[in-house]
């Protein structure tokens, strides 16, 4: 009988390095490869006739899909997947994992920094030293934290981070997401919102963290900034694409809003053009939010560790497609 093959696929940049936790696989007779690709036609080779496919730095389009003959499942690094085509995947009965959690503390600091960064104006105060400027509170009143009201769009975990953090500086904190277990705002001590609009009318900051998907393209557009106080915050540590920059820019030029804290961009790199980084009042960061000198190895124990319980025949803890479970089990047999 032939071994079940486990394919990682990585690209030869050693920017982002993915590679194999090897203790996952510990008493599994698996044959583990590792291919460094160039482009998507490489891709597609590779993953030809591998029973799990760990990939990151590539899209997984329909056509690699297509070329997946033996794959049971996709196992990536990150959090995100929008990388992968899950309906394609899903389509062909193959199991996508992410990486949930691999980095959510760090995130959430980040998240927390740009808030804290943004009430006490660390960046313009810095600025304004370093032309002279001995500049005054007077001059950028900024209100106490305690008491103010934090609303969070999407309550998973990097949401339930931050809302603790949030506490702690002594926030009240409310949250909007459609899907949520019921136990975790009871367990997080969040009240719950319905009407993200009105959410976002009761908030001095707004963070939105979310994974991106056709549902949640654009889900903070012109509508969502108009519904927000002119003295409130945006915070984006998840994906760029989540909001329509267009409208953030209208909403930061025309004062909808005070101003934003900004970790990710529709476009990434982003233009150094990019009207967002020409304002004094928002605050950004290269897509940093998730790098910590642990980050990195715990994406690869979390994928090696999705793609072993796989082989096992045993239920991944972070699944992206669950209906897909029921085929491949009924094909095992």
Not at 212 to 235: C, D, I, K, P, Q
Request: proline share 6%; net charge negative.
């Amino acid at each position: 009988m032939t071994k079940p093959r486990v394919v990682l696929v990585t690209p030869p940049s050693k920017l982002f390095p993915y590679d194999l936790h090897q203790p996952a696989f510990e008493g599994l007779d698996v044959e583990l490869v590792t291919v460094t690709c160039r482009d998507q036609a490489e891709v597609v080779q590779a993953v030809r006739g591998a029973d799990v496919v760990m990939i990151g730095g590539f899209r997984v389009d329909a056509e690699v899909i297509a070329a997946m003959d033996r794959a049971r499942a996709i196992c990536g690094f990150s959090h995100g997947f929008e990388a992968i085509d899950l309906e394609a995947a899903t389509r062909a009965g193959i199991l996508v994992t992410n990486a949930a959690r691999m980095c959510h503390l760090e995130v959430a600091n980040h998240a927390m920094a740009l808030i804290l960064t943004l009430n006490r104006k660390i960046v313009q105060y810095d600025r304004a030293m370093r032309r002279g400027v001995w500049d005054r509170p007077a001059e950028r009143p900024i209100p106490p934290l305690e008491g103010q009201t934090a609303s969070l769009v999407g309550l998973g975990a990097i949401g339930q981070a931050l809302a603790r953090r949030l506490q702690a500086f002594g926030l009240q904190v409310i949250a909007h997401d459609p899907y949520v277990e019921p136990m975790v705002p009871r367990e997080v001590g969040v009240r719950m919102a319905l009407d993200l609009p009105a959410l976002l009318g009761d908030s001095d900051y707004v963070s939105v963290q979310v994974p991106f998907n056709a549902r949640t393209r654009h889900l903070m557009g012109e509508r969502e900034f108009r519904a927000m106080r002119s003295t409130a915050y945006f915070v984006n540590c998840c994906r760029g694409a989540v909001v329509d920059e267009r409208a953030l820019v209208r909403a930061l030029q025309e004062g909808w809003i005070a101003g934003a804290g900004l970790d990710v961009f529709e476009q990434e790199p982003t233009d150094p053009a990019n009207p967002l980084l020409q304002m004094d009042h928002v605050i950004a960061t290269p897509h940093a939010a998730g790098e910590s000198t642990e980050s990195g190895a715990a994406s690869t124990r979390v994928a090696s560790g999705e793609a072993a319980a796989i082989l096992r025949g045993e239920w991944p803890s972070r699944v992206v497609n669950p209906e897909v479970w029921g085929r491949i089990r009924e094909a095992r047999r």
